[in-house]
């Protein structure tokens, strides 16, 4: 409180945990900038940011992993073709990467989060005295058809699954995470691989879901770093479209017209029958 805010209302307005900034001070949770610089990888400093503390190291590895595993997916991801489509029309990198990131909503961009809600959905059931297998079963039924974070309209199995599970199998051997939603991961790939000639394996969302359930992050976080992960894609593809000199790049090639469906006339609104 001072003569400028003498109840300290203004000063509460925007009162935060996150930052200190005074004349000649700047602390991020409590750790005065000067300190970070140089010393603190940029992972860290996500969880610094989101968490209060720092990662050990393990922690900001298996984070680090999850993080790069979802950079890009090349311009079949609606957002990075946005990306390159609203970068040919002179917007700007901010405004090409602010139109991608937009699009990152729950059909695409938003199975990690539901997926955490899914895994956290059996092992909920699973602590009521349920054994692994039938709290899976009763979660799968009682889901949408969909089920976010297996399966790829792509691959046939996604090559980041792999990696990332043997990085949290690592991790749970040693004590790291507590390999909860690794186990509820796994068992539902289990069960929706039974009976199939194709198995329906983990995809990416599903494989990062559990990294960063397991490394403590709720699941409305796991979209929030997704969107971090994959903005990295799209500055990338929107600063590349910048330097071809082309302007104004449609969804598809000019010699390429979308069919045009009959429909019904539109009616005036004064029209009469």
Same mark, same amino acid.
């Given at each position: ?14 009162a935060t945990?996150i ?6 001070v700047?602390?991020l949770?409590g750790?005065?900038v000067?300190?970070l ?13 989101? $968490?209060g503390d720092?990662?050990? #190291? @393990?922690?900001?590895? +298996?984070?680090?992993?999850?993080l790069? !595993? %979802?950079?890009d997916h ?9 990306a390159r ?5 002179g917007?700007g990198l901010n405004?090409?990467v602010a139109?991608?990131?937009?699009t990152?909503g ?10 955490v809600r ?17 709290a899976?079963?009763?979660?799968i ?5 969909y089920?976010p974070?297996?399966?790829h $309209?792509?691959?046939?199995?996604d #090559? @980041?699954?792999?990696? +990332?599970?043997?990085?949290?199998e690592? !991790? %749970?051997?040693?004590?790291?995470v ?9 068992s ?8 199939r000639?194709?198995p329906?394996?983990?995809?990416i ?15 409305p976080?796991a979209r929030g770093l997704?969107v971090?992960s994959r ?27 979308p ?7 539109r ?7």
């Amino acid at each position: 409180m001072n003569d400028i805010d003498p109840t300290g209302a203004v000063a509460q307005w925007w009162a935060t945990a996150i930052t200190r900034m005074e004349p000649g001070v700047i602390e991020l949770r409590g750790h005065p900038v000067q300190d970070l610089i140089g010393t603190t990888g940029l992972t860290s400093m996500i969880w610094l940011m989101l $968490r209060g503390d720092l990662p050990a #190291p @393990r922690q900001a590895a +298996l984070l680090d992993a999850a993080l790069v !595993a %979802a950079v890009d997916h090349g311009p079949q991801a609606p957002s990075i073709a946005i990306a390159r489509m609203a970068a040919t029309c002179g917007v700007g990198l901010n405004n090409a990467v602010a139109s991608a990131v937009n699009t990152l909503g729950d059909a695409h961009g938003g199975a990690g989060e539901q997926c955490v809600r899914l895994l956290d959905d059996v092992l909920q059931r699973e602590s009521t005295g349920l054994d692994l297998r039938t709290a899976t079963e009763q979660t799968i039924a009682a889901w949408p058809r969909y089920l976010p974070g297996f399966g790829h $309209r792509f691959h046939p199995r996604d #090559p @980041r699954r792999d990696p +990332l599970i043997s990085l949290v199998e690592d !991790a %749970a051997r040693d004590g790291v995470v507590p390999g909860d939603h690794l186990r509820a991961g796994r068992s539902v790939e289990a069960l929706l691989a039974e009976g199939r000639t194709r198995p329906v394996p983990m995809n990416i969302d599903g494989a990062t879901a559990i990294i960063y359930a397991e490394l403590g992050f709720p699941a409305p976080l796991a979209r929030g770093l997704f969107v971090l992960s994959r903005s990295i894609g799209i500055l990338a593809h929107a600063w590349e479209e910048t330097q071809s000199g082309q302007r104004n790049k449609g969804p598809v090639p000019r010699e390429i017209l979308p069919t045009s469906i009959a429909g019904p006339t539109r009616q005036s609104p004064h029209h009469r029958t």
